[in-house]
C-alpha cells in the first residue's frame, strides 16, 4: 500500500519532469508492497515442487502403479471366478438333492396312513402284509437315496474349499488398498498443507515445507483412521 508522503513524493517528481526518478520510486513501491505475497508463493511453489518430486521418484509408489495393482486386479479376479464355481456346483447339488428328498417325503406319506392304523391295532392282515412290503420297498429306496444324498452333501463340503485361499488373496488386495489410501491421504495432506494449516499462513513466523508425512503412527497430526481421513477430503473440499 502507497503512503501518504510517497504519493506526495510521486507527484512532485512527476511535477519537476523526473520521471527516471519517479519510476525508480514506483518499483520501489511495489517490491516493498509485493514481496510478503511472492515470498510465500514462492514457499508454496517450493513445497509443491520438492512434494512433487518426492512422489515421482518413489520406487514403492512405482511399484505399485506397475505391479502391485494389475496383480490385485488379477487377484481379484482369480477371487470370483472360484466364487462363481463354488457357487455353481453347490446350486448343482443342491439341484440333485431336492429330488431326492422330495421322494423320500412321498415315500413317507403314503406309508403313514397304514403305520398310524397298524400302531392303534385297527389293520387286516391283508392291509399289514401290503404295509410290509411298502416299508421293504421305502427301505431299497431310502438306502440308494442316504448314499446319493451323502456325495451331493460332499460335493457341496468341497466346494467350500476356496474359502481359505480366496480369504488370504482378499486379505492381501485390502492392506494394498489400505497402502495406496495412505499414500494418497499424504500426497494430499503435502499438497494442501496451506488449506489445513491457515494458522500458520496468517502467522509471520517462517516454516519450512515438510511435505508427505512420514510414520504417520508416530505422530499426532497425521491421519491415522478412517474418520480423520474424511475429514482431511472435506476439509480439501472432496
Known amino acids: 500500500m502507497i503512503s501518504l508522503e510517497q504519493a506526495k513524493q510521486?507527484?512532485?517528481?512527476?511535477?519537476?519532469?523526473?520521471?527516471?526518478?519517479?519510476?525508480?520510486?514506483?518499483?520501489?513501491?511495489?517490491?516493498?508492497?509485493?514481496?510478503?505475497?511472492?515470498?510465500?508463493?514462492?514457499?508454496?511453489?517450493?513445497?509443491?515442487?520438492?512434494?512433487?518430486?518426492?512422489?515421482?521418484?518413489?520406487?514403492?509408489?512405482?511399484?505399485?502403479?506397475?505391479?502391485?495393482?494389475?496383480d490385485a486386479r488379477d487377484r481379484l479376479q482369480y477371487v470370483i471366478d472360484k466364487t462363481e464355481g463354488?457357487?455353481?456346483?453347490?446350486?448343482?447339488?443342491?439341484?440333485?438333492?431336492?429330488?431326492?428328498?422330495?421322494?423320500?417325503?412321498?415315500?413317507?406319506?403314503?406309508?403313514?396312513?397304514?403305520?398310524?392304523?397298524?400302531?392303534?391295532?385297527?389293520?387286516?392282515?391283508?392291509?399289514?402284509?401290503?404295509?410290509?412290503?411298502?416299508?421293504?420297498?421305502?427301505?431299497?429306496?431310502?438306502?440308494?437315496?442316504?448314499?446319493e444324498l451323502r456325495g451331493q452333501l460332499t460335493e457341496i463340503l468341497m466346494a467350500q474349499d476356496f474359502q481359505d485361499l480366496t480369504g488370504q488373496i482378499i486379505r492381501k488386495v485390502i492392506t494394498l488398498v489400505d497402502e495406496v489410501e495412505g499414500r494418497l491421504v499424504d500426497i494430499l495432506t503435502a499438497f494442501g498443507g496451506s488449506q489445513l494449516e491457515e494458522s500458520a499462513v496468517n502467522s509471520t513466523k517462517a516454516t519450512d515445507p515438510e511435505g508427505p508425512i512420514l510414520n504417520a503412527e508416530e505422530r499426532e497430526d497425521a491421519v491415522s483412521s478412517?474418520?480423520?481421513?474424511?475429514?482431511?477430503?472435506?476439509?480439501l473440499g472432496f
Open 10 to 70: 510521486l507527484v512532485g517528481m512527476l511535477e519537476e519532469g523526473q520521471q527516471h526518478e519517479a519510476d525508480l520510486l514506483v518499483k520501489d513501491i511495489l517490491e516493498k508492497t509485493s514481496n510478503p505475497m511472492f515470498q510465500e508463493i514462492g514457499t508454496l511453489t517450493r513445497d509443491l515442487h520438492e512434494s512433487i518430486k518426492h512422489f515421482s521418484v518413489d520406487d514403492r509408489m512405482s511399484a505399485i502403479a506397475n505391479d502391485e495393482i494389475p
Open 226 to 235: 478412517q474418520d480423520e481421513v474424511d475429514d482431511l477430503l472435506s476439509s
Open 86 to 147: 463354488a457357487a455353481n456346483r453347490t446350486m448343482d447339488a443342491v439341484d440333485r438333492c431336492m429330488p431326492i428328498a422330495d421322494n423320500l417325503h412321498e415315500g413317507l406319506l403314503q406309508v403313514r396312513p397304514q403305520w398310524n392304523e397298524l400302531m392303534h391295532g385297527r389293520i387286516e392282515l391283508n392291509e399289514f402284509k401290503a404295509l410290509c412290503h411298502r416299508i421293504d420297498t421305502l427301505l431299497g429306496e431310502v438306502e440308494g437315496d442316504s448314499s
